[in-house]
């Protein structure tokens, strides 16, 4: 073991010596810190104020859609109207009135706002008998030109439910319904009032303490809170392996492995690079869970409430243990399979055939990250849970929703055992391949290896 431990300790200095990992110790808070400030930053400030022309030939809508407007004007305008250019007649024909205002919407002409030249974002154009061309139950919306357009390059937004476009539609058919409600003798007034009217409703949770099952923003922080340390744990695992498979090819290609062998067995060859790369893995994940609780607890009274109720979870959690657990398993699996590529080939091309089965692989927790925490104790999830491959992805996804005891402690103790054939596996393979040259072989051949009886 001794030499194992030194050349886990070169393994270490050698690694720890690499851009790659540093930039992935100070990559990754830089990336958090960035995801709580750069949404409240464009937020404040990073929108323009956008530009838009509002003809209302019905001379009805016009107020209506400034007072909607109007929360949209803190701390500076998000939208703001400007006149229709003094060559264009306002009470024109629709449809003349489009094919003059386009070269402004294309961005082919400016149009002026305070003196400068802007760009036009939006034109909106009211009908003048809009009010005639109401849709109401069973009937059909008439021809285009004599409905309300708008028109922008960004009018997809409009039609997703979001933006400007949106926002004048709501207000529009507010004011439809009022009139609707006015002409039939109905206090719109009263009608809000009954629409806000409803029956509480409250979600609640049997296994939290008597007097607090109420959920809240916190239980469902506590519900997603574990596909994001999926996400890390897969992160790491990748990045880690990729580190040994490149040192272990780079080592082999350099004949520095021969050198390595006169002085150490394979085996302690192979448990050294283990430990070493796991060592450098567990360094980069310690600081990253440093700068989590760091960052977290330094935006928890700040703008973003979501940063102290992630901060309150994982301090109630279990999280964090489980994540370095389910790390070093995970490492340790995917590790011996990747020492064994390593073993057998001799560039990074040659490796580049497997490593693609294995990436199929490693996609399965990606694409079932943000399912699993929707049925937990599903079907799905119970099944990858027994999967030693995806064990460690799925029990970290299924770690707050209380998974069955078998599950728990079932998957666990299966994990260890595939972990530890996966290495006696690898240890057979890496005796054997560490040395070859030539074509590397394949996998039913590996297979061979390690399953045939030790001589």
């Known amino acids: 073991m001794k030499y194992a431990f030194l050349v886990a300790w070169r393994e270490y200095a ?37 530009y838009y022309i509002l003809v209302d030939q019905s001379g009805q809508f016009a107020p209506v859609i400034d007072a909607a407007l109007q929360r949209h004007r803190e701390p500076r305008p998000l939208y703001q109207e400007v006149p229709l250019p003094k060559d264009l007649d306002p009470q024109a024909d629709l449809g003349s009135l489009v094919s003059d205002l386009k070269p402004y919407l294309r961005g082919e002409r400016r149009i002026q706002a305070q003196g400068s030249p802007v760009e036009l974002y939006a034109a909106i154009l009211i009908p003048k008998d809009l009010e005639d061309q109401i849709v109401r139950p069973h009937q059909q919306a008439n021809s285009t030109n004599r409905q309300t357009q708008y028109w922008s390059k960004d009018a997809a937004s409009a039609k997703a439910g979001f933006g400007l476009g949106q926002e004048i539609e709501q207000a529009i058919n507010a004011e439809v319904r009022r009139r609707e409600y006015l002409a039939k003798g109905v206090d719109s007034a009263l009608v809000g009032n009954i629409e806000h009217t409803f029956a509480p409703f409250v979600s609640l949770n049997p296994k939290k303490e008597a007097g607090q099952e109420a959920v809240t923003g916190t239980d469902v922080v506590r519900q997603w809170a574990p596909s994001g340390f999926v996400y890390l744990l897969w992160l790491a695992i990748f990045i880690i392996i990729q580190m040994l498979l490149n040192n272990t090819i780079e080592e082999k290609s350099n004949r520095i492995i021969e050198v390595l062998l006169s002085s150490v067995t394979p085996g302690e060859l192979m448990m050294g690079k283990l430990f070493g790369i796991a060592a450098i893995g567990l360094t980069m994940i310690g600081a990253w869970m440093a700068a989590l609780f760091g960052i977290l607890s330094w935006k928890a009274g700040g703008a973003s409430e979501m940063a102290g109720q992630l901060l309150v979870v994982l301090k109630a959690s279990n999280l964090i243990p489980l994540f370095a657990l389910y790390f070093l398993l995970g490492y340790l699996m995917y590790a011996a399979i990747i020492l064994s590529i390593g073993s057998v080939c001799n560039t990074i091309k040659e490796a580049q055939s497997y490593m693609g089965l294995l990436t199929v692989v490693l996609m399965v927790p990606l694409m079932t990250m943000t399912y699993i925490p929707k049925d937990p104790n599903g079907a799905v999830a119970r099944l990858l849970s027994w999967i030693p491959l995806y064990t460690p992805f799925t029990m970290m996804n299924r770690a707050n929703a209380d998974p069955p005891l078998l599950d728990l402690f079932g998957t666990f103790i299966l994990l260890l055992a595939s972990t530890a054939t996966a290495l006696w596996m690898c240890g057979k393979i890496f005796r054997l391949g560490i040395l070859r040259t030539g074509q590397p072989p394949k996998i039913i051949e590996m297979l061979r290896w390690a399953l045939q009886r030790s001589s």
């Open 14 to 50: 050698e690694s720890a010596k690499a851009k790659g990992f540093w930039l992935s110790i100070f990559l990754m808070p830089l990336i958090l810190l960035l995801s709580i400030e750069v949404p409240v930053w464009l937020e404040k400030k990073a929108t323009p104020t956008r």
